[in-house]
Protein backbone atom coordinates (compact mmCIF):
# COMPACT_ATOMS: atom_id res chain seq x y z
CA UNK A 1 0.00 0.00 0.00
CA UNK A 2 1.27 3.63 -0.80
CA UNK A 3 0.06 6.72 0.95
CA UNK A 4 0.03 10.00 0.16
CA UNK A 5 0.47 12.58 3.38
CA UNK A 6 -0.29 16.34 2.78
CA UNK A 7 0.52 19.30 4.76
CA UNK A 8 0.61 22.94 5.01
CA UNK A 9 -2.69 24.20 3.47
CA UNK A 10 -5.21 26.90 4.71
CA UNK A 11 -6.49 30.89 5.03
CA UNK A 12 -4.05 33.75 3.73
CA UNK A 13 -4.43 36.93 2.27
CA UNK A 14 -3.81 37.87 -1.20
CA UNK A 15 0.09 38.46 -1.65
CA UNK A 16 0.71 36.14 1.06
CA UNK A 17 2.62 32.93 0.82
CA UNK A 18 2.11 29.47 1.92
CA UNK A 19 4.43 26.18 1.67
CA UNK A 20 2.70 22.97 0.71
CA UNK A 21 4.19 19.50 1.50
CA UNK A 22 3.35 15.82 0.64
CA UNK A 23 5.36 12.85 1.46
CA UNK A 24 5.14 9.52 -0.15
CA UNK A 25 5.45 6.68 1.89
CA UNK A 26 4.16 2.33 1.81
CA UNK A 27 5.49 0.21 -0.08
CA UNK A 28 7.67 1.93 -2.33
CA UNK A 29 10.64 0.46 -4.81
CA UNK A 30 11.05 4.40 -7.14
CA UNK A 31 8.94 7.56 -7.76
CA UNK A 32 9.38 9.09 -10.81
CA UNK A 33 7.17 11.99 -10.94
CA UNK A 34 5.60 14.26 -8.12
CA UNK A 35 4.13 17.09 -8.07
CA UNK A 36 0.33 19.25 -7.40
CA UNK A 37 -2.94 19.74 -9.01
CA UNK A 38 -5.28 21.88 -8.32
CA UNK A 39 -9.59 21.80 -8.12
CA UNK A 40 -11.44 25.02 -7.55
CA UNK A 41 -15.26 24.81 -7.39
CA UNK A 42 -17.22 23.85 -10.49
CA UNK A 43 -13.48 23.32 -12.02
CA UNK A 44 -11.64 20.51 -14.03
CA UNK A 45 -8.81 19.27 -12.16
CA UNK A 46 -5.28 20.94 -13.54
CA UNK A 47 -1.63 20.69 -12.78
CA UNK A 48 -0.39 23.42 -11.13
CA UNK A 49 3.32 21.73 -10.91
CA UNK A 50 5.11 18.18 -11.32
CA UNK A 51 8.71 17.79 -10.71
CA UNK A 52 11.07 14.28 -12.02
CA UNK A 53 13.43 12.32 -10.02
CA UNK A 54 16.12 14.25 -11.61
CA UNK A 55 14.62 17.61 -10.67
CA UNK A 56 13.29 19.25 -14.08
CA UNK A 57 9.91 20.90 -13.36
CA UNK A 58 6.99 21.71 -15.36
CA UNK A 59 4.83 24.69 -14.44
CA UNK A 60 0.83 25.73 -15.36
CA UNK A 61 1.57 29.46 -17.03
CA UNK A 62 -0.82 30.89 -14.33
CA UNK A 63 2.12 30.28 -11.85
CA UNK A 64 5.00 30.70 -13.15
CA UNK A 65 7.29 33.15 -11.28
CA UNK A 66 5.39 32.41 -8.00
CA UNK A 67 5.26 28.87 -7.40
CA UNK A 68 8.78 27.06 -6.55
CA UNK A 69 8.23 22.92 -6.21
CA UNK A 70 10.98 21.00 -4.68
CA UNK A 71 11.79 17.48 -3.88
CA UNK A 72 13.72 15.81 -1.33
CA UNK A 73 14.18 12.15 -2.88
CA UNK A 74 15.33 10.74 0.21
CA UNK A 75 12.60 11.55 2.23
CA UNK A 76 10.50 11.22 -0.67
CA UNK A 77 8.67 14.45 -0.51
CA UNK A 78 7.69 17.15 -2.51
CA UNK A 79 7.46 20.79 -1.27
CA UNK A 80 5.09 23.64 -3.45
CA UNK A 81 6.40 27.10 -2.17
CA UNK A 82 3.74 29.48 -3.22
CA UNK A 83 4.42 33.38 -3.37
CA UNK A 84 2.16 36.46 -4.28
CA UNK A 85 -0.62 34.77 -3.64
CA UNK A 86 -4.40 35.61 -5.67
CA UNK A 87 -7.71 34.79 -5.10
CA UNK A 88 -8.12 33.02 -8.09
CA UNK A 89 -5.54 30.60 -6.31
CA UNK A 90 -8.35 29.37 -4.59
CA UNK A 91 -8.93 25.31 -4.53
CA UNK A 92 -7.83 22.31 -2.85
CA UNK A 93 -4.48 21.00 -3.90
CA UNK A 94 -4.01 17.41 -4.39
CA UNK A 95 -0.23 15.63 -4.30
CA UNK A 96 0.33 13.51 -7.40
CA UNK A 97 2.76 10.81 -7.45
CA UNK A 98 3.74 8.25 -10.09
CA UNK A 99 5.28 5.34 -7.94
CA UNK A 100 6.71 1.40 -8.83
CA UNK A 101 5.37 -0.11 -6.01
CA UNK A 102 7.88 -3.46 -4.92
CA UNK A 103 4.85 -5.51 -5.38
CA UNK A 104 2.54 -4.06 -8.07
CA UNK A 105 4.69 -2.06 -10.46
CA UNK A 106 3.89 1.26 -11.63
CA UNK A 107 0.85 3.77 -11.07
CA UNK A 108 -0.28 6.78 -10.07
CA UNK A 109 -1.29 7.95 -6.14
CA UNK A 110 -3.25 10.90 -5.42
CA UNK A 111 -3.16 12.83 -2.07
CA UNK A 112 -6.47 13.10 0.38
CA UNK A 113 -6.35 17.12 -0.49
CA UNK A 114 -5.82 20.14 1.21
CA UNK A 115 -7.38 23.57 1.09
CA UNK A 116 -5.93 26.97 0.26
CA UNK A 117 -8.01 29.99 0.44
CA UNK A 118 -6.69 33.32 -1.00
CA UNK A 119 -9.35 36.06 0.63
CA UNK A 120 -8.92 39.11 2.44
Known amino acids: QVQLVESGGGLVQPGGSLRLSCTAS????????MGWYCQAPGKEREMVAT???????NYADSVKGRFTLSRDNAKNTVYLQMISLKPEDTAVYYC??????????????WGQGTQVTVSS
Open 51 to 57: INFGGST
Open 96 to 109: YSYIRRRDLGWGEY
Open 26 to 33: GSIFSISV
